[in-house]
């Protein structure tokens, strides 16, 4: 915690967990995409359903979603934006089971047709977490460079992608794997100290047993 | 960030550095930023802060329907020189009811700690700065003061609602309000640390029982109590009058208390006002879709 979480942030009222906390939801998968988003459902689990309306939090999610931050004007008249934006979108209420009370399950669609799943939690004061990734899990915050390889479970994988960040001088600070089942669907999810190089993300894309990479940059934030 | 008021204290006597740039010299340390950096975020939380009041809309109600223009209402009472309090006070009411409906009406405001309590520090803050003529340097010096205050009790305590009840939000921004406060009135560290416990002990125990589980009743009325009583907690101090308990032993209390507290009653609008039969109706009245 620094003083600008303390006397801070500057954001659109009124629920720093589900007003601020889902707009970066939104923002965040928006960066995930990577591209324009054309078509959203959306699903609020928990806490977030029953008070969402009177939280803005479908608005929130919305305007992140389109790319505004936790401070912009816009958010309360998200609807009309996604409209004006060609963003079409429909909101569902949906029982997740044993997850956190603030959570949402999207299904995007971005403008080139790419599709991207993704489950995450406002866990207070603002702070998210992003728990899974088309069906995969993954916990990070999006607060770090975040690079999350979709692979088959076979060995070799995991010293691909370090070794090439470590080719390009990016630092590792946490990492995790997941797998499905032996040989079947894994996940590397890797939050970095610096940005990866987008010409990396692209060889590592075409890679034998690489199913699918998802970067989360933070430039410009 | 400092994990104690008394660290502050004895620092501010054996170095001479007021408090306000004790805390500044910390987080431009820990964050590698330079003081004038650090120094024109700070100004322009305060302007946000400033913007959030301006801003108010009397004909604008929340999503609800639960809570709008009763800022606009004690602003009229303040007009006719109607109300008890006085003047000052007057205006310390009209500006927490003021920016923290407009917070419901999802308006810009700043989390001061928090947006449920974004109220208290502004609406002291400002009123004082209107009432003394202080510059906006001198301003931005006492946010220091407050976001130090609130450092510490985010270390040793909470600042939020889920985990620590009401206390740990209206009754922490009211100890940085009250510390802030003192600082603007020619208040040193052991004053400024005095005032944020009597204004911290006089809310401990205070629950999180939101009505349907939105930052509407009673929060925004709470925003007026957490203002007022930072500014009692500050007059107390001026006066001489000493907490018996130091500043960083009343954190402590707060963490305990709220460690005790169910959590029916921490923000999870399962007890206390959410669940009388009336606040049950008003729930059953929103739901979403």
């Known amino acids: 915690m620094n003083l600008l979480d303390i006397v801070g942030p500057v954001m659109v009222g009124p629920s720093s967990s589900h007003t601020a906390g889902a707009v970066k939801i939104g923002l965040v998968s928006r960066k995930l995409m ?16 029953s008070t969402g309306k009177g939280h803005g939090t479908d608005r929130a999610i919305l305007a992140g979603l389109l790319g505004y931050r936790v401070d912009d004007p816009v958010i309360p008249h998200s609807f009309e934006a996604a409209e004006k934006a060609g963003l079409s979108y429909r909101i569902h209420g949906i029982d997740l089971g044993e997850v956190h009370p603030n959570s949402v399950k ?36 999006g607060d770090y460079p975040t690079l999350i390889v979709h692979n088959v479970d076979q060995p070799g994988h995991v010293t691909e992608v370090t070794s090439m960040l470590a080719h390009k001088s990016v630092n590792i600070a946490t990492m995790q794997l997941y797998r499905k089942s032996r040989g079947g669907d894994a996940v590397m999810v890797i ?28 430039a410009g934030d | 960030m400092y994990e104690s008021l008394k660290q502050i204290c004895l620092e501010e006597e054996a170095k001479g550095t007021p408090f306000w740039k004790l805390v500044q010299m910390e987080e431009c340390k820990e964050l590698q930023k330079t003081q004038e950096a650090s120094h024109q975020e700070m100004l322009g939380i305060y302007q946000a802060m400033h913007a959030s009041y301006e801003d108010y809309e009397d004909k604008l109600y929340s999503a609800s329907g639960l809570v709008g223009g009763e800022g606009a209402k004690i602003f009229k009472r303040r007009m006719e020189g109607k109300l008890l309090c ?66 510490v009790i985010a270390s040793r305590a909470s600042l939020s609602g889920a985990a620590g ?39 401990l125990g205070l629950a999180c029982d939101p009505v349907a589980g939105l930052v509407e009743v009673p929060c925004v009325k709470r925003n007026v109590l957490g203002a007022v009583n930072a500014v009692t907690a500050a007059d107390m101090t001026l006066a001489g009058i000493r907490s018996k308990i130091p500043a960083d032993e009343v954190f402590d209390a707060m963490y305990n208390i709220g460690k005790h507290m169910d959590e029916e009653i921490r923000e999870t609008a399962k007890g206390g006002l959410a669940t009388t039969p009336t606040g049950v109706q008003i729930s059953e009245k929103i739901v979403m879709q």
Request: glycine share 12%.
């Open chain 1, 106 to 141: 999207m299904l995007l669609t971005g403008e080139s047709g790419k599709e991207l799943e993704i489950v995450a939690a406002s866990i207070g004061g603002g702070r998210i977490q992003i728990c899974e990734l088309d069906g995969l899990t993954a916990n990070f915050s």
């Open chain 1, 34 to 49: 990577g591209e324009k988003i054309t078509n959203a459902d959306i699903y609020f689990h928990g806490s977030f359903l």
């Open chain 2, 165 to 203: 009840g009401c206390q740990a939000e209206i009754g922490a921004a009211s100890a940085m309000a009250a510390g802030g406060l003192v600082y603007l009135l020619g208040g040193g560290a052991p004053e400024i640390a005095n005032a944020s416990a009597l204004a911290l002990k006089s809310l």
């Open chain 1, 191 to 218: 939050e970095c100290d610096q940005e990866v190089p987008e010409e990396a993300i692209r060889w590592l894309a075409h890679l034998e047993g690489i199913v699918k990479v998802t970067y989360l940059s933070i």
């Open chain 2, 86 to 151: 006085g003047d000052l006070i007057g205006r310390v009411m009209e500006k927490a009811l003021k920016i923290s409906e407009s917070n419901a009406c999802m308006k810009r405001i700043v989390a001061a700690p928090t947006a449920g309590s974004c109220g208290v520090v502004p609406a002291v803050f400002l009123s004082i700065q209107e009432e003394k003529k202080l510059s906006d340097e001198k301003m931005v010096e006492a946010l220091y003061v407050a976001g130090g205050i609130g450092g």
